[in-house]
């Protein structure tokens, strides 16, 4: 048995590299025929909304957008003065507050237009008509687009609301080629043309998400809204972009334990050696999903350890073999793969996930540590 000497942590930390999010936008706004809108929701993907923003701005974005009203006003909150648009809201939203903090809303019904209209209450409102382009989740019908789009040039003209933008959203844009993203920017130029129609001219449409920014200029327009792209996930797999996070642990105990012994909850895994385990203080509370028990590794002593039994809410445990480390030992869940460690995507794949859904997930208790 060797004990193996290593660097010491006392609590889990989330570390958050603003470089990598840095060299991503750069990469994307390269990649962008037109202009680049940062997207920080969900707290920046995880990363801090504030910190991804602002690095964003620094980089070649000249927009900010996210989901909810609150998350714009949290944008404002942080002294950035850049166009921001929300873009998923209930009718019964705070369009006056929108409107004084000159946040974009997007509409994606004449009932969402004309709630907003009224509770700006003669604050002049800026909007973005939401199609939708082919995927029957937000964003107008296309039966119900030309009513749209007629009731939006009327409130131009009463004063009460100015047509920015045109978006809509494609489907299938992980996978470049699927006639679904042809169909969808078919969907946007049609909705485009209606709406010009109807004497609207919006400065700004947009359709590609981070997926389609890097893999089809057709679907561009005059911008792009990246999210996952900023913090490293290309949805399409076509490019390597950098993570930004690196996740690690302190090793809470170190105990030896015979053949035959049943670990963690259900004793899902029964140790068939001699071996040494390691305890970790973070679990599914903290964002190591359950369904990746049993097949996730971390890395413990520069090596790649079997998390090993059922991830707790709270804990997990590691087998660590033939080797002995001290407690305090630094482990690593997750980093940008440089040292051999596992990445956010290794994480996805073991648990059957995407990982969007990793970065978001890392609970609040876990310390962030901003480089
Ligand atoms: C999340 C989101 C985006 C960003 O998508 P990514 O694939 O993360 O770049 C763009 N537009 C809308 C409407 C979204 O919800």
């Given amino acids: 048995m060797t004990t193996i000497l290593t660097r010491h942590t006392t609590e889990p930390t989330l570390e958050i590299d603003l470089s990598s999010i840095a060299a991503n936008t750069q990469r994307l706004a390269r990649a962008a025929t037109g202009s680049v809108m940062a997207v920080v929701k969900a707290d920046g993907f995880g990363h801090g909304l504030a910190d991804v923003a602002r690095t964003a701005l620094a980089n070649g974005a000249t927009w900010l957008g996210a ?85 939006a040039r009327r409130a131009e003209l009463a004063g009460t609301a100015q047509v920015v933008g045109l978006m809509g959203h494609l489907a299938w844009s992980n996978e470049p080629g699927h006639p679904a993203n042809a169909a969808g920017r078919q969907a946007l130029l049609h909705g485009a043309e209606l709406a010009a129609r109807a004497g609207l001219r919006p400065s700004v449409r947009h359709l590609a998400a981070t997926a389609a920014t890097l893999t089809d200029p057709s679907t561009h327009f005059d911008l792009v809204r990246v999210g996952a792209g900023l913090v490293g996930i290309d949805p399409s797999g076509r490019t390597r972009l950098r993570s930004a996070l690196r996740l690690t642990a302190p090793v809470v105990q170190v105990r030896s334990v015979p053949a035959g012994v049943g670990v963690g909850y259900g004793h899902r895994h029964v140790t068939d050696r001699a071996t040494t385990l390691a305890l970790l203080p973070v679990g ?50 997750f980093g940008p793969g440089d040292d051999g460690e596992p990445t956010v995507a290794d994480w996805a794949r073991w648990a059957g996930t995407i990982p969007h859904e990793i970065v978001t997930g890392i609970g609040a208790r876990v310390r962030r540590s901003i480089r």
């Fill in 284 to 333: 599914y509370a903290d964002g190591l999903p359950r369904a990746a028990s049993s097949r996730a590794e971390v890395v413990v002593a520069g090596r790649r350890r079997r998390v090993t039994g059922m991830t707790s809410m709270d804990q997990v445990v590691v087998d660590l073999g033939d080797d002995l480390v001290e407690p305090g030992t630094e482990a690593i869940l």
């Fill in 67 to 151: 989901t909810s009203l609150a998350e714009a006003i949290a944008i404002r909150e942080a002294e950035l003065s850049a166009p921001v648009l929300s873009w998923l809201n209930p009718v019964d939203a705070d369009a006056w507050t929108a409107a004084r903090h000159r946040i974009d809303l997007a509409v994606p019904s004449v009932r969402h237009l004309d709630a907003f209209v009224e509770a700006a209450a003669g604050h002049p409102l800026r909007v973005h008509l939401h199609l939708d382009t082919g995927m029957a989740r937000d964003g107008a019908a296309p039966c119900e687009w030309l009513d749209l789009v007629t009731a």
